[in-house]
């Protein structure tokens, strides 16, 4: 996946390098780099609240890429984009493309709104889901094109969501974090970061 959307594009960005996890801040007690990859949380005790591994830069219009996987008996996690950490807070506050499952279902490629309006703003139904998502434990391929006021989410190439933010004060530019979310012990597996500003 890595190597065609490099090809030829000056403007594409590893946002991780495989070993360290230079241009990222945050709690390092739930975050940590394994064979090439960014693991959240863990699987010997429960994750007591949110956490965000946030880029320090900030970022526009992009077409962004990556790969996640969850392990263990937690159900939950997400990419942030378009967001900032709350104040006085371990939580963020914007867009999630949302990872993994809840108990209606799998809700992998779901656009929510984070510390906002703290909802789905978009969905796919579920027959559509099962088809698309690889079992628990499976590297899935997830794809956020965001540019103006224009969302778009992939996973494994198939289109789960498309959605348009008709509030106009809603910024468009912020950082992204890579979220394993509180409850029982897990894992969020996240590998080849690539992003092109557009």
């Excluded at 099962?130 to 997830?142: E, G, K, M, T």
């Excluded at 912020?174 to 409850?183: A, D, K, M, N, S």
Aim: glycine share 10%; aromatic share 14%; proline share 5%.
């Amino acid at each position: 996946m890595a190597g065609l959307f490099l090809l030829g594009n000056p403007t594409t960005h590893a946002l991780f390098n495989g070993t360290k996890l230079d241009g990222w801040e945050g709690n390092l007690e739930f975050f940590r780099v394994v064979d090439q990859c960014i693991v959240a949380g863990s699987l010997e005790r429960p994750i007591p609240r949110n956490q965000f591994l946030a880029t320090v830069k900030e970022f526009e219009n992009f077409d962004f890429r990556f790969e996640a996987k969850l392990v263990g008996p937690g159900k939950n996690a997400g990419v942030q984009f378009w967001s900032q950490r709350v104040p006085g807070s371990n939580e963020m506050i914007g867009y999630q493309c949302d990872i993994g499952s809840f108990r209606d279902g799998l809700l992998w490629g779901w656009l929510y709104d984070e510390s906002r309006r703290c909802r789905f703003l978009a969905s796919t139904n579920q027959e559509q889901m099962q088809q698309i998502v690889h079992p628990q434990s499976r590297w899935n391929q997830l794809r956020v094109k965001a540019k103006n006021n224009s969302i778009s989410i992939w996973v494994n190439n198939q289109s789960t969501v498309r959605y348009f933010e008709e509030k106009k004060d809603t910024p468009f530019k912020g950082r992204f974090g890579l979220q394993v979310h509180g409850g029982p012990p897990l894992e969020a597996w996240y590998r080849n970061l690539y992003l092109v500003e557009l």
